[in-house]
Every structure is written in C-alpha cells, then in structure tokens.
C-alpha cells in the first residue's frame, strides 16, 4: 500500500532505528528531538515548504490540514470561511473528518452525521471547482494523482489552474502526498511534475520506511497560524520514528531511487501497453513512475487472488481498477514476472 518504497528492511532504516533506539526512543515534545529537526529541515530544504508538523498516520496528518486551513482562513480572510472543496473519487483516511473530505459514498455509509464544511466535485473539472466555491470556502483538497480513486492522473494544466483560482479567491491549496510522495511517481513529491506549488502538503506512508509516521508540510505564513498548543500529538516526530524518516528520506536521495523509479516506471508502463493489446477486456493503463493503474472491462478481485496465487500481491480499486505499486527498487527481472502471471491469469480467466 505504498508504503515500503525501499523495499524491505533497508539497512540504512534497519540501522538507523536500531542507534536510535539505544540512545532514546521516546521523549515528549517539550524538548528538542535531534532527528525531527532534520527530518524537517531535509523535508524543508526539498520541498516548498518552511515548516513541518509531524504526527503519526496519512488520517492525522490530513486532519491537521484541515483544521489549520480552517483557522488560518478564520483569522487571516474572514470569519465565516471553514469550507473545504475535496474531489470525488478522492481518499483522504478514515478518522471523521477525513472520511468526510473523502469524496465516496461507501467510505461514509454508517457514521451519519458527517463533519458539516465539504463539497465535493469531479476530479479534472475546473469549472466545477469554479462553480462550488462560494463566500464559505476556504480551502481545495486534492490528490495529485488519485490512488484509491483508481490511479486518476490530472489533465495537463488541472494543478496549474487550481493554483490560480485559490490564488484569485485566497483559498489555501492542500496536496493529499500522503499515496504519491516519496519518490512514488518518479520525483520527491508528485507535485513537482507539473511545478505546481501547494500551501500544505501531508505524507504518510513511506516516509520512515515503514515506521508509522505522518506529516504535514506547510508554508510559513499558513503554519504561523497555529501557536503553541493549538495542535499536537503525543508520538508525532518522536526520535524514533523521526531516525528512521531520516534514514528513508536520505537512501531515496542518495541511492538513485527516483532515477530507477522513472526508468522502471517507463519499462512497466510501455509492458502495460503490450497487455492492453492483447486482451480486449483491458480497458485503460495509466499512472506515472511506479503507481501504475490496469482499468478492465471485468471485475478486478478475482484477478488479484489469482495473482496472489502466484505470490504477487496486487490491489483492485473501485472494483475494476488493478493497482500496482511495487518498491522503487525493483528491477527489470521482478517486472517481467509481474507482467508474464498477469498474462498468464489473463489468459485463464474465461473472457
Ligand atoms: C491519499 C491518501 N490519503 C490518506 C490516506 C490515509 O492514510 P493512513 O491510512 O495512514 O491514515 C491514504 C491511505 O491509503 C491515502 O492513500
């Protein structure tokens, strides 16, 4: 589920975890912990970002998020503005306001009543943007490719252009990375694709190489908004955790790890292709660096427990969407195994 990027057990995270837990592993947040400033201050240097809260899962940190565009927008440009503008098909995690800001039904049957401030739109739909934003919004949410959603990549100039209408409305611009960052799509953060800024921006997932963390990348002028004891989590940047996030964020730096994701990514995809023409059922591939997206014409679970006969654990999403998203490490040999049991469980499965 996106979140060993660097495989299993990287020795950089193995041993980075295993000094640190021999020095400190927890202590609380009145004091300054060594491995939260430069985990933040390496997400800051390669990022838009200025500062950065740290907290422990993708839910927490988009809850954070929230909450602060609403109380940024609150004080900074007008009192009633809490609204927040998700997209459909979206997923942002499943504490309340976050399964809220997820823009599917069947996230939100059975937790009636739902959070009040979300609207949600189709995703590539600017217009649609355009039209739901009203004197209470204060913020769009957005992934910058849909994971859950069934690996939906924006249309050329969709970030741009909601860039520019936040930008024209004073709304805050929030990237869900929490799926797509870490050198998933073939650079640090997807956002870089298209050289679209956000205001705030959260990771999960990969960032500590599979040690629970979460975190929430903000510019200066937005975070100023939160003051001491406004926001927090007892475990949030902890040194543990914090250690690890160090030693995962510099191993994707140093050891070519965006390079092989793009290279691999371009290999899986061109492969994808291959089987899109072979068997009629494939409706779409699609994806970039190595979140990569099959939409069949038939349903996608079957396929999955097919594969995972043959020891290879894919996903279906929105029941026809097949997603892949192997480590950025993997290599050609391990790709042309995926695509030959793909072709083979094709060619069983009576269509
Ligand atoms: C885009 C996105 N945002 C948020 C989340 C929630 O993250 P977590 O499960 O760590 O709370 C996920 C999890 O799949 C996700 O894909």
Redesign the pocket.
């Known amino acids: 589920?996106?979140v060993c990027n660097l495989g299993h057990c990287h020795p950089k995270v193995v041993k980075s975890i295993q000094e640190q837990a021999e020095k400190l592993i927890h202590v609380s947040n009145f004091y300054y912990i060594e491995p939260q400033i430069q985990l933040a201050s390496l997400l800051c240097k390669y990022s838009f970002a200025d500062e950065v809260f740290f907290c422990?899962?993708?839910?927490?940190?988009?809850e954070g998020a929230l909450k602060l565009a609403r109380k940024y927008s609150k004080e900074k440009i007008g009192k009633d503005r809490y609204e927040i503008i998700t997209m459909e098909r979206?997923?942002?995690?499943?504490?309340l306001a976050?399964l809220t800001a997820t823009g599917q039904e069947k996230f939100h049957k059975g937790y009636d009543p739902l959070m009040p401030g979300f609207k949600y739109v189709p995703f590539n739909d600017i217009g649609a943007v355009k039209q739901a934003i009203d004197s209470k919004t204060c913020a769009v949410m957005v992934?910058p490719i849909?994971?859950?959603g069934g690996v939906n990549c924006p249309t050329p100039g969709y970030l741009k252009a909601l860039r520019e209408i936040c930008d024209e409305k004073k709304l805050l611009l929030i990237f869900?990375?929490?799926?797509?960052g870490m050198g998933r799509t073939g650079k640090l953060f997807a956002y870089e694709h298209e050289g679209v800024e956000p205001d705030l921006l959260?990771l999960?997932?990969s960032l500590a190489g599979g040690v629970?963390i979460?975190a929430l990348l903000i510019k200066k002028e937005v975070a100023d908004s939160f003051k001491p004891g406004d926001h927090a989590s007892t475990f949030g940047g902890n040194p543990l955790a914090s250690a690890a996030g160090v030693a995962a964020l510099t191993a994707i730096l140093e050891e070519g790890m965006l390079e092989n994701c793009q290279k691999m990514g371009d290999y899986f995809l061109s492969e994808f292709w291959k089987v899109e023409e072979k068997f009629p059922f494939v409706k779409e591939v699609r994806g970039k660096g190595l979140i990569l997206g099959m939409e069949l014409k038939i349903e996608g679970g079957p396929i999955v427990k097919e594969m995972l006969k043959k020891k290879i654990l894919i996903n279906c999403t929105m029941g026809n969407v097949l997603r892949f998203l192997p480590p950025l490490i993997v290599t050609k040999e391990e790709i042309d195994r995926v695509v030959k049991a793909l072709e083979e469980v094709f060619s069983n499965c009576g269509v």
């Open positions: 589920m996106a422990n899962s993708g839910a927490e940190a988009n979206s997923f942002h995690g499943r504490t976050t992934e849909q994971g859950e869900d990375e929490v799926q797509v959260t999960a997932k629970p979460g």
